[in-house]
């Protein structure tokens, strides 16, 4: 109950929120930002807020949210390299890295990297994430009923093979220039959602 307590004392004060987001709009306004990625960014600039307070820089940080939205594994090809990014926004470099990094880490992206290494962002609150969750939940579920009705289950490798498959191949909801990295991220599902069900199952 304690750290209950805690976590409502640590809650940010709304107007910060609010005033950060119009200090974010300000600033893609000045840089004539495309509308439709200007509303991603800030919201992934509310969602940051709402969770871990103003940045200490809110420039770069305004930058890291907008290259993150624009970087996102249906724009691929996108060529674009961080370096242009900072440029075009009279931003340096490393701060822009930084406030990546961090949101990516904070808000549990996952990062994807295409033959070029470049990287691109996958947003766990996101269409994509909610489709791989949903296929990988359905799958997992229909294996743990056939190990209990038979012994005709596929391993763990294979149901990550065919859910990228389904993926890659048949939702087309990711290209398939990221199938390895799907691969991992699937597989880690796989294993939490298993164990889920694992358990459910063992209660008495």
């Not at 509310?46 to 200490?56: A, D, I, M």
Request: with cysteine; aromatic share 8%; glycine share 2%.
């Amino acid at each position: 109950m304690a750290s209950h307590n805690i976590d409502n004392d640590l809650a940010v004060n709304p107007q910060v929120i609010v005033e950060t987001v119009r200090n974010a709009h300000e600033f893609f306004s000045e840089h004539r930002i495309d509308e439709r990625y200007e509303k991603m960014a800030l919201d992934l600039v509310r969602r940051y807020v709402s969770q871990e307070g103003n940045p200490r820089e809110e420039d770069p940080f305004f930058a890291a949210s907008l290259y993150m939205v624009t970087r996102h594994p249906w724009s691929h090809p996108n060529p674009l390299t961080k370096t242009e990014f900072a440029n075009k926004l009279n931003m340096k470099e490393s701060s822009l890295e930084w406030y990546t990094d961090t949101i990516g880490m904070k808000l549990g992206f996952s990062i994807f990297h295409d033959s070029s290494q470049l990287p691109f962002f996958l947003d766990p609150q996101g269409t994509i994430a909610s489709v791989v969750d949903s296929i990988v939940i359905s799958n997992v579920g229909e294996e743990v009923v056939s190990s209990i009705v038979s012994r005709n289950v596929l391993s763990p490798d294979q149901l990550a093979e065919k859910i990228v498959d389904q993926l890659c191949s048949v939702v087309k909801i990711i290209p398939a220039v990221f199938e390895q990295e799907l691969y991992s991220l699937v597989r880690k599902k796989i294993e939490v959602e298993s164990k889920r069900l694992s358990d459910q199952l063992m209660r008495r």
